[in-house]
């Protein structure tokens, strides 16, 4: 007779549930931290103010006043939720206002808003691609992509990050798939903070009769003149065929869109099962990402941007300086050295990377861990991110801790000085 095998055995012995219990019994843990006030340059945390430098929130906008108003005016008209999908009872005036904004923004014909950024890869991927396709995407996409990919049951040719020279394999090879190709990657990688090549993307999938996706997560609210994410800092927004963005980031609420031409957003509405299978976000969140969005597009939205880059320079500059591990600045089209707000500190062991990380953590200053399968094996390291809100000084107090700490701690060379390293590859 054969024995059922419990399904929950899996839960009890996996391959980090040592590594889990030993960071539990010592504090050391360094995720669900508690979050104990608003989010900002300084944070509370824990009963303790923390230098915050493990944020999305870029251009500082959740403690803007006009935000908060945004939302507060939407909660006050329309309730706390509509209890419905966006296909049924969940549409309100101020859903459509922000995807007229978001299309007028990013220079596209239409817009679609979901409830969630994670939905909005689900939502489009999964619904335009089918078993008779392929996508083509970098190994360092967001986890959101490949789950996308699978949700569709298109065939997946992946490509080692930012090898281009393997992207076009990958084309070359797809040719032979039948059905379509969709190219899929981050506009800003979310964990190196570096950038791909987007003209030379551009090019190699126009060239191979491909359709282009990029994902300005990370990009929108940070990068281009008008803030509308990496295509527009390359000068490739005629060129990307289907944009993604999150409101989570430097829109200061929650939730996710699809940008591109008018039919392809319209047969998502009536096809996307993440988008027509999902209650409407509620109106507090998409209020504040209107009033978010409007302050990016006015006159004060170029001071932000620069305000925040600046801001990832001098983090960047002062901890290559003490000798830490950095990923190197993209080089643009013009030469300029353009920094991202995400800047990692690349400590190499998993237990040194949380060893250090709550030795910071405690002495006052929150970064982000991130490990294996985060990262590459070997690979661990402290993500740490600014704002355009935060002041020099505290910029500088997280350095002198970080050098401070580095010192007692004897950190080995995987996390200290030597050149500074490109994205993964």
């Known amino acids: 007779m054969t024995t059922r095998i419990d399904l929950f055995e899996r839960t009890r012995e996996h391959d980090r549930s040592e590594q889990l219990r030993a960071a539990r019994e010592q504090d050391m843990l360094p995720y669900f931290r508690v979050l104990e006030g608003a989010a900002g340059p300084v944070v509370r945390m824990e009963g303790s103010d923390r230098i915050m430098l493990g944020s999305n929130n870029y251009l500082g906008l959740t403690g803007d006043s006009r935000v908060t108003a945004a939302a507060r005016d939407a909660l006050d008209t329309y309730g706390t939720a509509v209890t419905g999908s966006r296909f049924l009872n969940g549409t309100l005036p101020i859903h459509l206002e922000l995807e007229r904004e978001l299309a007028e923004w990013m220079g596209t014909e239409d817009a679609i808003v979901f409830t969630a950024g994670y939905l909005a890869n689900v939502g489009c991927i999964g619904t335009l691609l089918g078993p008779g396709d392929t996508v083509i995407c970098d190994s360092g996409d967001h986890a959101s992509i490949l789950d996308a990919v699978t949700l569709s049951r298109a065939r997946i040719r992946p490509f080692r990050h930012g090898r281009l020279d393997k992207l076009e394999q990958m084309l070359e090879r797809s040719i032979d798939d039948g059905g379509g190709t969709l190219v899929v990657v981050d506009g800003v990688f979310s964990m190196e903070g570096d950038l791909p090549d987007l003209p030379e993307v551009a090019r190699l999938s126009r060239a191979h009769g491909a359709r282009l996706m990029v994902d300005e997560a990370h990009g929108v609210g940070v990068l281009g003149a008008r803030g509308a994410g990496a295509s527009e800092a390359f000068g490739v927004e005629d060129q990307v065929d289907l944009r993604m963005g999150t409101f989570s980031k430097s829109l200061a609420s929650c939730g996710g869109f699809i940008v591109g031409p008018a039919d392809v957003i319209d047969f998502l509405r009536i096809q996307s099962r993440a988008f027509m299978f999902t209650a409407s976000a509620v109106p507090a969140a998409v209020g504040a990402a209107l009033g978010a969005l409007k302050i990016i597009r006015s006159s004060e939205g170029p001071e932000l941007l620069e305000r925040m880059l600046a801001n990832a320079r001098h983090l960047h500059r002062g901890l290559s300086e003490l000798g830490f591990d950095v990923v190197a600045p993209t080089t643009m089209p013009d030469g300029f050295q353009l920094i991202t707000p995400i800047i990692p500190v690349v400590i190499g062991d998993d237990w040194e990377a949380v060893t250090f990380w ?59 000085a030597g050149p500074e390293r490109k994205a993964r590859s």
């Not at 991130?370 to 107090?397: C, F, K, N, W």
């Not at 970080?402 to 950190?411: A, I, K, N, P, V």
């Open 358 to 416: 709550k030795a910071l953590y405690d002495a006052g200053v929150y970064t982000n861990v991130a490990l294996y399968p985060a990262v590459p094996r070997g690979g661990a390291l402290l993500r740490t991110s600014v704002m355009a809100t935060h002041e020099p000084a505290q910029i500088d107090g997280a350095l002198e801790i970080f050098e401070r700490l580095r010192d007692e701690l004897s950190l080995s060379k995987s996390g200290q």
